[in-house]
């Protein structure tokens, strides 16, 4: 058993060897030690020592050139879950950033998708924004791999759940982020679980056609070589690539299950030089074999929306058989094969302008729009300061998710509390709510959420709502849900609220969106106006406001917040 650790280990320092501008062995050792010492005497359910688990991941991250608190991440990524260590220690030990990942891919590992198709867009997102940093997705990604490869010695019910989740959730992720192999082996993997007819015919009738297509493929290999050099093109590498086998059964449903219909079964792949090249390559094959009209695709103009580029054509071939063809430059192939790992990589040697130029080709696809937020972290990219903060998904800036103590998950805007939590989920756990636990630990009602929180909501039979909450619950939904009880409950909320009637007046010179700052000076501060009137007599217009002004807003405040608005003159204010 030890033998096959040394061997995984081996296998992920040359791995980390190849980049040397990458990675520091040293500190990857470190971590290796660390994990190994935390997993000493655990095994995993199919009885291999448990570390070669967090090795086999660590070397998925590392061959996508990530960087070192990534692969150090991988290592660690279970060692907070199934281990005393604590991440207060992890941080002492290897510093504030791979401990922020750790913990992000300890909070993915808490969501638990139900399997219910509408849920599945959100789920997706809410992953995203609980991740906070692409590097945590991807060591996930990671981590996902290997479970899927090791699925087998689970129960049947368990291998179902994290199939589908699998299929569902994860690796669509991983389409979008452009990590196309990824996504691909995941499938392969979840396809058994979830599809185990589909997945046996698929097999039968498949794996002998595959074998005849890669002959048929090699067999043209040199032929191609020809051809190509006849015109000149001297191609870096020339190899084949079978078609994933769930993506095979996709299409496969849209051409009535006809394998004939399939010709990219077994693809040739040719990488060369440059784009001119791509387009000479295509010319000089076409000029020797005949294409397949109809079949020609140029996503090197126009780039699939994940933002994969190549030249794809279907040829007869010698035997007027029907292959495809891909072709493509390196940095293609690189950035197909890697995602939006390829981007950062080469961002950081060009000044992402490569990048810049394909996001405003992915971002009019509305629907992709998230994904293409995602990705503009890299616009600004400067030193390594500003990369790490290039890293971070801040795109539901306004809203969190949190868990249930299921698993499922819940949308919130920013700023939630317990109280709003317990109102979303039922207005009789609000009404009941006595007191909430947050990832295990009792808070006060009027904590503020975060993402990925797991939030558990204490309940007393007959208990009633508190006046108070009123004070700091977010979402108008439970405040309304809270007067409603209170009211029930005997007239006890005064119906003589307490706030103050107030005139304030206004002296500005005119603007556009004169109005609107004004009224959101009002509304930040939560006051009801009642009433806007103007008066033109003065040297400058009058806004007079009136409004309800609640007890605790001191009428200084407000004038204040209203003098810096642009234009604005003098303000003074009549309480009644
Ligand atoms: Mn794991």
Known sequence: MQEAIAKLYDELMAVIAGYPERYLPGEIQRAFELAKKAHANQTRQSGEPYLSHPLRAAVTVAKLQIDTPAVEAALLHDVIEDTPLGIEELKQRFGEEVAFLVDGVTKLGRFRYRGVESEVENMRKMLLATAQDIRVIIVKLADRLDNMRTLDSLEPDKQKRIALETLDIYAPIAYRLGIGDLAGDLEDLAFPYIYPKEHRWLME??????????????????????????????????????????????????????????????????????????????????????????????????????????????????????????????????????????????????????????TAIIAPRKELAWVAQLSNWQKEFKGSREFMESLKIDFFKDRIFVLTPKGEAI??????????????????????????????????????????????????????????????????????KI??????????????????????????????????????????????????????????????????????????????????????????????
């Open 205 to 358: 009738n498949v794996s002998a056609r595959y074998e005849e297509r890669q002959k048929i493929l090699e067999s043209m290999m040199p032929l191609v070589k020809e051809e190509l050099s006849r015109a000149g093109i001297e191609p870096l590498e020339i190899h084949s690539r079978a078609k994933h086998y769930y993506s095979l059964y996709k299409k496969l449903l849209r051409y009535d299950m006809n394998l004939a219909k399939i010709y990219d079964l077994v693809a040739m792949r040719i990488i060369v030089a440059d784009i001119a090249e791509c387009y000479r390559a295509l010319g000089a094959i076409h000029a020797a074999w005949k294409p397949l009209p109809g079949h020609i695709k140029d996503y090197i103009a126009l780039p699939k929306p994940n933002g994969y580029r190549s030249l794809h054509t279907t040829v007869f071939g010698p035997q007027g058989e029907i292959l495809e063809i891909q072709i493509r430059t390196p940095e293609m192939h690189q950035e197909a094969e890697r995602g939006i790992a390829a981007h950062w990589a080469y961002s950081e040697q060009k000044g992402g302008k490569a990048y810049l130029e394909r």
């Open 411 to 480: 949308d919130l805007p920013d700023g939630a509390t317990p109280v709003d939590f317990a109102y979303h989920i039922h207005s009789d756990i609000g009404n009941q709510c006595s007191g909430a636990r947050v990832n295990g630990k009792i808070v006060p009602l009027d904590i503020r959420l975060k993402s990925g929180d797991v939030v558990e909501i204490l309940t007393q039979k007959n208990k009633k709502p508190s006046e108070q909450w009123l004070e700091f619950v977010k979402t108008s939904f439970a405040k309304n």
């Open 483 to 576: 007067r409603d009880a209170l009211k029930k409950k005997g007239g006890i909320l005064r119906e003589t609220p307490r706030t103050r009637e107030a005139e304030f007046a206004v002296s500005a010179r005119d603007r556009v969106g004169l109005l609107r700052d004004i009224a959101s000076a009002f509304s930040g501060l939560g006051i009801n106006m009642r009433e806007i009137m103007s008066k033109d007599n003065a040297q400058f217009p009058i806004i007079a406001i009136k409004c309800a002004l609640p007890a605790e807003i001191e009428p200084a405040k407000l004038v204040l917040k209203l003098k810096k608005i642009k234009n604005v003159e003098s303000v003074s204010y009549k309480l009644k």
